[in-house]
Nanobody, 122 residues
């Protein structure tokens, strides 16, 4: 079982930047997909971005495309989300996840971190 731990959340003004990190530990082998999801109060968890571990191919939600960049460091077993031009509507708890399918559906990701709060003030 893999363990995922997020870090890097915080409070930032609109237009600012934050970088989230996800450290993976435990058993991990084969090609898999790592993703970022977010959940705002009263809303469902939504897809933000994903990256395929071996090839590095990426996919982004339309709402963050051009502002967020997902990356991974295979040697360090970490994944990051660089968030630029942040907007108040980006405010949410951000979760790191791992799955086996190229999907935007949270239900297909079997491992989750505890989440990190991102708050963007206007």
């Amino acid at each position: 079982q893999v363990q995922l731990v997020e870090s890097g959340g915080g409070l930032v003004q609109a237009g600012g930047s934050l970088r989230l990190s996800c450290a993976a530990s435990g058993r991990a082998s084969g090609n898999y997909v790592m993703g970022w999801f977010r959940q705002a109060p009263g809303k469902e968890r939504e897809f933000v971005a994903r990256i395929t571990w071996n090839s590095g191919s990426t996919d982004y939600a339309d709402s963050v495309k051009g502002r967020f960049t997902i990356s991974r460091d295979n040697a360090k077993n970490t994944m990051s989300l660089q968030m630029n031009s942040l907007k108040p509507e980006d405010t949410a708890v951000y979760f790191c996840s791992r799955g086996s399918y190229l999907s935007r559906a949270a239900s297909l990701y079997g491992s989750w971190g505890q989440g990190t709060q991102v708050t963007v003030s206007s």
